[in-house]
T-cell receptor
């Protein structure tokens, strides 16, 4: 799973898209944010192409899943409370050995909104 | 509602001693339980999971965890800690059916002292 950019500083209201791509042909993909003392919180997830749903903290974010490989996270009008470390993950549900349900995480994007 | 509690922000252990990182959960229905590890400036890596079967689950790097349904716990253990095990550990839960949503704990920082 790859994520770009690794670091980004934005001004309030300056729109931004965080990119996420996976090459493992997984159906499911996820976006999380990591904040000190709060752990990881799920923002959005996608069960398959054109199928997305809200997680626990979707406010201020949008997603689209037009192809299996990519799952971008859109911040249309960022605010300082969206300063965070963002992780994308894709999920493997099955292997030849059976059910696995394993998430593979990208390296993260550290976003600062001033 | 699903929830995960990691009661300790930090665990310190001497190298060579056994370690335990605690996790308790709340979920309606059967749980899928996971441990992930995060090394500095990296994304999360899968360690182990409980989906079904034996309550004692063995994972990567010599870690294991025991699913205890009556105590709703899934503590992470290792018989002999290494300095290289120092990292941030996350417990996560998902209800076995009807949802793609994962809930992560707030994380426990493990520090192994030489």
């Amino acid at each position: 799973v790859t994520q770009t950019p690794k670091f980004q500083v934005l001004k309030t209201g300056q729109s931004m898209t965080l990119q996420c791509a996976q090459d493992m042909n997984h159906n499911s993909m996820y976006w999380y944010r990591q904040d000190p003392g709060l752990g990881l919180r799920q923002i959005y997830y996608s069960m398959n192409v054109e199928v997305t749903d809200k997680g626990d903290v979707p406010e201020g974010y949008k997603v689209s899943r037009k192809e299996k490989r990519n799952f971008p996270l859109i911040l249309e009008s960022p605010s300082p409370n969206q300063t965070s470390l963002y992780f994308c993950a894709s999920r493997q549900m099955e292997t030849s050995g059976g059910l696995t349900d394993t998430q593979y995480f990208g390296p993260g994007t550290r976003l600062t909104v001033l | 509602a699903q929830s995960v509690a990691q009661p300790e922000d930090q665990v310190n252990v001497a190298e060579g001693n056994p370690l335990t990182v605690k996790c308790t959960y709340s979920v309606s229905g059967n749980p899928y339980l996971f441990w992930y590890v995060q090394y500095p400036n990296r994304g999360l890596q899968f360690l182990l999971k409980y989906i079904t079967g034996d309550n004692l689950v063995k994972g990567s790097y010599g870690f294991e965890a025991e699913f205890n349904k009556s105590q709703t716990s899934f503590h992470l253990k290792k018989p002999s800690a290494l300095v290289s095990d120092s990292a941030l550990y996350f417990c996560a839960v998902r209800r076995a059916s009807g949802t793609y949503k994962y809930i992560f704990g707030t994380g426990t920082r493990l520090k192994v002292l030489a």
